[in-house]
DNA sequence: AATAGATCGTCACAATTGCAACTAAATTGA
DNA sequence: TCAATTTAGTTGCAATTGTGACGATCTATT
């Protein structure tokens, strides 16, 4: 006998493993986004672009796109807009000269260094409130999804 | 004494979990993006409409916006493309004739109710694939942070 | 050494998205 | 009661993003 009154639907979104990811993932970003926006007036693309170079300090734009997973001409365009503020310089490699070296200016590192405290301060307080079992737990996860992937 | 050659970079973009949890989101969505798009032809936000409207029955646009968080104009144009694919259809509303109740047609629950098995295939794959552990450990860090924003 | 193919970064163009204005309808409140 | 405000959904336009083609350069094969 069938209750259609009770009849489950197929696919419960908020259980749904890619829609909580996306969507948790979704709001830390924007939350973050908010930060470099507001401080610095950065675009996300910017952003991931100055993160990377200030991380590596030396490199090629396909290299920043294969790292971050962006596509080349958003990284372009970064570049691009990055240069215009004299936070990013490039160097024609003498070696091979298709090639573009990226570095951050002075200026640019200052920018990235005060971007990596406000990053720090925001995801410390972001797993405070996780609480050390939820902090753990979730590096835990991650660590498994990012194993799977690789 | 200042060793300049092991400087430490302000910020590991790998153990940023705003970075961390986005790569992850953004893998995982675009495995599963790519499902409904080869087998029915769908874009995100038309999955997404589909997939909210399949869980709850009938919704008005607004309320599918809001629960998917996407904005409205990106919900229009999805409940207009699946209406001209007749899996969708709209009721205007005779207590309040500005709201449209939108209903999947049986066309769009068929394909709603397959794209529902596939999702909980993907998803099985996935879980088998981080171990019982990870498992765990990666949906109570979710639940954790789903706490926190909420 | 010369040709073919690959790679780097950019640009023009197309598709997607978001913002703001709009129509239509309901609600509020003087 | 009826003007002012709010809400639902759509549309035009602008900004963002992705695609494909391109010039320049390098590498591989002969």
New binding site residues.
Partial sequence: MVDETTEKPPLILEDFLPYRLNKAAEAISQRFAGLYRDQYGL???EWRTLATLGQFGVL????I?THSS????????A??ALEQRYWLR?KR?E????????ELTPAGRKVYADLAKVAHAFEAELLSNLGPHGEKELKAGLAALEAYFR
Avoid: C, Q, W, Y
């Fill in positions: 675009t996300r693309p090629t734009a396909t290299a796109g962006m596509h080349k001409t958003k990284v372009s365009r570049v691009f490039r490699d070696a091979d000269r298709r090639i573009e070296n990226l």
